[in-house]
């Protein structure tokens, strides 16, 4: 009866699911942004097709999608590239980054509560796990350093990082890559969390600056390698 007099429920919207041009361009970004395609590399629309598995109107949307966010490089007449990553715009984004997760960990080492301080361990447990997965690795990392930075309880520095992290995810992945730094993080993030377990904010500080400094210098180097094995 009750229900009879609230009359018929209303019907539910469905929310459309992402376009073909969405899934291509979400395909396309992680590939870009894990380092499965090499900065400088051309994307031919053929190849991106029979890889993405759609046709070429969404490949081609796609593209311009990624071009906008300065993923894509796009050439009049010629295939696309991965644009190439450029140290002059990326050391100062990097340093800010320093800056930023360093002064956070080193207020989250007074101000996470015991509950959060366990969640970054079982992060931490799970980044060891997935050591051998990139795709993994680089999400629960992603996870450990935004979890410090919300422990810092600062609006101010959360909205500041929140900027700049994102802009930074493929450089770092593209860091990840030289030889022993996956091993090398996990060390360093084992550190970080023993110190603010310890509530030593200073030591937090420092471990944290030294972790970003290491990424951008891996980074760095990595970038001028490639340059001079390519002649460049």
């Not at 993923?71 to 590239?81: D, K, M």
């Amino acid at each position: 009866m009750e229900e009879a007099a609230r009359g018929p429920a209303a019907p539910r919207t469905r929310r459309p699911g992402p376009s073909r041009t969405e899934r291509a361009a979400a395909a396309l970004r992680r590939l870009i942004l894990l380092d499965a395609l090499a900065p400088g590399e051309a994307l031919n629309e053929p190849d991106l097709v029979q890889r993405l598995g759609v046709s070429r109107t969404p490949v081609r949307e796609a593209l311009k999608l990624l071009a906008g966010e300065g993923l894509v490089t796009l050439r009049r007449n010629r295939a696309a590239l991965v644009s190439r990553l450029d140290p002059a715009g990326l050391v100062p984004l990097f340093e800010l980054e320093a800056a930023l997760e360093s002064f956070a960990a080193g207020l989250a080492a007074s101000r996470m509560t015991p509950a959060e301080i366990g969640r970054l361990a079982r992060l931490q447990a799970a980044m060891e796990a997935a050591a051998g997965d990139r795709d993994a690795y680089t999400r629960l990392n992603r996870l450990a350093h935004r979890l410090i930075v919300a422990g810092a309880r600062s609006e101010a520095v959360a909205e500041a990082h929140g900027r700049v992290f994102g802009r930074l995810a493929r450089a770092r992945n593209f860091a990840l890559a030289s030889g022993g730094r996956v091993e090398e993080s996990l060390r360093e993030h084992r550190a970080i969390l023993e110190a603010l377990r310890a509530r030593e904010a200073e030591r937090a500080r420092s471990l944290m600056a030294h972790h970003v400094a290491r990424t951008q210098a891996l980074l760095v180097a990595r970038l001028s390698e490639d340059r001079t094995d390519a002649g460049g």
